[in-house]
């Protein structure tokens, strides 16, 4: 077995500094997104009552 390590390679290089930044821009990206999607969907519930409630 060789005394390389991973991050000596350049596959290993090219994983940990393009690769797992990409990935954690990536996912910051992904939480700002859903979190104003739950923005938008709260106010839209607000100005907009549900019509289906039942009246007995």
Request: overall charge positive; hydrophobic content about 35%; charged content about 35%.
């Amino acid at each position: 077995m060789s005394d390389v390590q991973f991050c000596q390679t350049k596959a290993g290089r090219q994983y940990y500094e393009v690769t797992m930044p990409e990935l954690v821009r990536q996912l910051h990206r992904l939480n700002d997104l859903l979190a104003l999607a739950v923005e938008i969907a709260d106010k839209q519930k607000k100005d907009k009552p549900d019509v289906r409630t039942r009246k007995d």
